[in-house]
């Protein structure tokens, strides 16, 4: 008879989670659930949603007749996630708390803590995403710590495993894993890699999961639920009232009560304005934010990018990048958005630039640039640097091509 693998599935309460549970129980393995309670706060009902969660992902295990344990990160979340999200929108930027939960709670402490303290072979998860391996090689693998130098040893022969796009496309979930850790993703298994949400729901349905069946699934940050952002951001950050400047003009058009409550892209709310406006860039040194009419104005429009020390999940870029610092491959930075065609130059303190074929609508610093050649999830990078929009290379132009006039009147250029 062969070993009983022991495999921890992490529990959110929700129905990709419940039949990952359920799949992993049908392949003969030992499960343990576990709910991660992240956030401690109250709705705007006053009703604390992370309790519900957790007595819905209780009933499942009881129904499956696991063992079941609540763990609590909310510290570690704090610190590790939130503080980092406050920083980020201070400096004018858009964080992503869900690619950095992944990365620092999910899997790091759960995962340690799976592994570690609850003796597991191996862990998973319900995301709809897969990897090079078979699930029997999950359990081979051993723990490797990560390189104590800038750059592991040259000398080792590893293998990496690969993350590649789950099979229902449309709820691929790799673009929220695309910092997680070459450790972490040899241990890991995604029981719903070959299934499309249709089906889990079916699943679901006949093993009598209707309490997780009925939930809404969960959108937009988890934390602040279904209360105004502007609201919530201002109960952590003092406000910093500003101006909305038309970037056409430089005419005032209204005020905002701090950069920090908007992101590029979004429409400014302008009171007696008969068309919409949207935020198109920012500047905290003076707290302007600039607005242009239309949802395509020209000044959301950029092709070229730069991010901060690129996360690969090989651990190593791509041998292609590596020998001529360039490489063809696909873009994005919003899991929403369709992949789009780029060329990636690798620079030499491990931050890439990347140059779309095409501009894309408000690329955002604070986002993460996630790569994918094929179906294979390579890594991501914050964004940290944008290059010029359309419009002021059109502007640019426009210059070059009539002789200068002296109006008198400057022009604001904002600074992203």
């Not at 999910?106 to 003796?119: E, P, S």
């Not at 360039?326 to 065609?341: A, G, K, S």
Request: charged share 25%; with cysteine; net charge neutral.
């Amino acid at each position: 008879m062969g070993v009983l693998r022991h495999v921890v599935c992490a529990m959110s309460g929700g129905v990709d989670s419940s039949v990952s549970a359920l799949l992993l129980k049908r392949m003969g393995y030992h499960v343990t659930g576990v709910f991660m309670k992240n956030w401690d706060s109250q709705d705007e009902r006053g009703v604390c949603s992370s309790e519900r969660d957790c007595e819905d992902a209780y009933k499942v295990c009881k129904m499956l007749d696991m063992p079941f344990h609540q763990v609590t990160y909310v510290k570690e979340y704090w610190h590790e996630v939130f503080s980092n999200l406050l920083r980020e929108y201070e400096q004018g930027r858009t964080p992503n708390p869900d690619i950095m939960c992944n990365k620092h709670i999910k899997f790091k402490h759960f995962y340690h803590y799976a592994l570690n303290t609850l003796g597991a072979d191996a862990m998973a998860t319900g995301h709809y995403a897969r990897t090079s391996q078979e699930d029997e090689e999950v359990f081979q693998q051993k723990h490797v710590p990560p390189p104590r130098t800038l750059f592991r040893d040259r000398f080792e022969i590893r293998k990496p495993v690969r993350l590649y796009q789950g099979a229902d496309r449309f709820k691929d979930q790799t673009f929220f894993l695309s910092q997680i850790s070459q450790d972490a993703l040899r241990h890991t298994i995604f029981p719903l890699a070959g299934l499309t949400k249709d089906f889990v729901k079916k699943i679901a349905a006949e093993a009598g999961f209707q309490h997780v069946l009925k939930k809404k699934e969960s959108m937009g940050i988890c934390f602040i639920g279904e209360r105004d952002f502007e609201h919530f951001i201002l109960e952590y950050i003092e406000p910093k009232p500003g101006n909305l400047v038309s970037i056409e003009d430089g005419k005032i058009m209204g005020q905002h009560q701090g950069w920090f409550t908007l992101t590029l892209g979004q429409r400014a709310r302008i009171g007696g304005q008969v068309d919409p406006w949207f935020v198109v860039d920012k500047d905290i040194t003076t707290g302007d934010v600039f607005v242009g009419p239309t949802t395509n104005h020209p000044a959301l429009f950029r092709d070229t990018l730069q991010t901060d020390r690129f996360h690969w999940i090989a651990e190593d870029p791509p041998v292609e990048l590596v020998r001529t610092q360039m490489m063809e491959c696909h873009f994005c930075f919003n899991n929403r958005m369709p992949l789009t065609p780029c060329t990636v130059t690798l620079n030499l303190d491990g931050s890439v630039w990347v140059m779309l074929k095409e501009p894309i609508r408000a690329l955002t610093p604070g986002q993460f640039a996630v790569l994918y050649k094929g179906d294979e999830c390579l890594g991501s990078g914050k964004i940290v640097h944008l290059g010029p929009t359309i419009f002021t290379l059109q502007k640019g132009q426009n210059c070059m091509s009539r002789p200068p006039k002296d109006t008198g009147q400057q022009h604001p250029e904002p600074v992203s």
